[in-house]
């Protein structure tokens, strides 16, 4: 019957789809952890702490300080994925001539089944929270503060006027943010007085629109819970949600697979069209059979696509 083979069909798209996500997954995750060649802390927390990666050519003109890449790791703002997993990707823009600075955040830490159905329900699913409210943002604001000077410190090959903060998925939507705490509240702690002293921003796989990731629930509601669940969600939005934080006159690609499971091209497209109502042109780079994972997997071609995308803007 029509339906029937229909039904069939779209099955066997579904597994295909699900099959191949998986690889990717896997692929991305195979690389052996890479070492950094200096670390610093920037606060008193264990997860207050930033690897350097030294550049491993030198493409700068006539030998200078090579760009700074910042990187921002994603994994939902989720205790389990820290910075270690995209050690692989941060080595692969060293050897294309980058200095490299992998920012650890605090993420959540606190098993939701501990908590009870009733915290559960609030914060939005089961398993490890995500994020820390305000901890997270606290984080990332300290290190982006204090990296300048730890850099002519601990990573003199790096020249911080040519900064470029990249960051995949969560850690897209941290760089997004990053880029904008001008445009903050008055209220907010993170504020600053100016834009921050960036060439620019390369988001991959962003959660950049917490309205459209809330349709499609992104990752099971994490950016409810980075917010603390429910009850502060609204009112935190202002805060937190980069499509809210518009424009920031801070050059931004936002780089997208369109097979993404994991963080749907309609976030992303949702941020471009919100800066474009705000006056501003996002880059947006949509990479045909690609998910959400070979971004910052060095084996894939999306991830140079991503590295030249960065020299775009740190040269």
Same mark, same amino acid.
């Given at each position: ?27 991305? %995750? ?17 997860d207050?702490?930033?690897d ?12 200078? +300080?090579?760009?700074?890449v910042? $990187? /921002?790791?994603?994994g939902?703002? =989720? ?9 692989p ?8 001539? %980058?200095?490299?600075a ?13 908590q009870?159905a009733?915290? *559960?329900?609030?914060?939005?699913? &089961?398993?490890?929270v ?8 606290d ?12 850099v =002519?410190?601990?990573?003199p090959?790096?020249?911080p006027?040519?900064?470029?903060v ?7 939507? /941290?760089a997004?943010?990053a880029?904008?705490?001008?445009? +903050?509240p ?12 960036l ?12 309205? $459209? ?9 994490a ?9 502060? %969600?609204?009112? =935190?939005?202002?805060y ?12 931004t690609?936002? $780089?997208?697979? *369109?097979?993404?499971?994991? $963080? ?19 880059? +947006?780079?949509? /990479? ?5 994972f ?5 084996? &894939? ?6 590295a ?8």
């Amino acid at each position: 019957m029509p339906d029937d083979a229909a039904a069939r069909a779209a099955a066997e798209a579904r597994a295909a789809a699900e099959a191949r996500a998986a690889a990717e997954e896997e692929s991305a %995750f195979s690389h052996p952890a890479v070492d950094p060649d200096a670390a610093a802390r920037y606060g008193d927390d264990p997860d207050q702490v930033i690897d350097f990666y030294a550049p491993r050519v030198s493409v700068s003109p006539g030998g200078g +300080l090579a760009p700074l890449v910042v $990187v /921002l790791h994603g994994g939902a703002w =989720r205790a389990p994925y820290d910075r270690r997993h995209v050690t692989p990707f941060a080595d692969f823009l060293a050897r294309r001539g %980058f200095a490299v600075a992998n920012v650890e955040y605090r993420r959540g830490g606190v098993s939701l089944p501990a908590q009870g159905a009733a915290a *559960r329900g609030a914060a939005g699913g &089961a398993g490890p929270v995500a994020g820390r409210w305000p901890e997270t943002f606290d984080d990332v604001a300290a290190a982006m503060d204090a990296l300048p000077a730890l850099v =002519r410190e601990f990573l003199p090959q790096a020249d911080p006027r040519r900064m470029v903060v990249t960051g995949h998925s969560a850690g897209g939507h /941290l760089a997004l943010w990053a880029a904008a705490r001008h445009l +903050l509240p008055t209220d907010a702690a993170w504020r600053i007085d100016r834009p921050a002293p960036l060439r620019g921003v390369v988001a991959l796989a962003p959660i950049a629109d917490f309205t $459209v990731a809330d349709k499609l629930d992104v990752c099971d509601g994490a950016f409810r819970q980075l917010l603390g669940g429910d009850a502060g %969600f609204t009112a =935190r939005l202002p805060y937190a949600d980069p499509a809210l934080l518009l424009p920031t006159g801070i050059a931004t690609t936002l $780089v997208q697979g *369109r097979t993404d499971t994991v $963080v749907p091209e309609a976030v992303a497209e949702a941020y471009a069209d919100a800066a474009a109502k705000a006056g501003e042109v996002v880059g +947006l780079t949509l /990479l045909e059979d690609v998910g959400h994972f070979p971004l910052i997997d060095p084996a &894939a071609d999306a991830c140079a696509v991503v590295a030249e995308e960065i020299a775009q803007l740190a040269w």
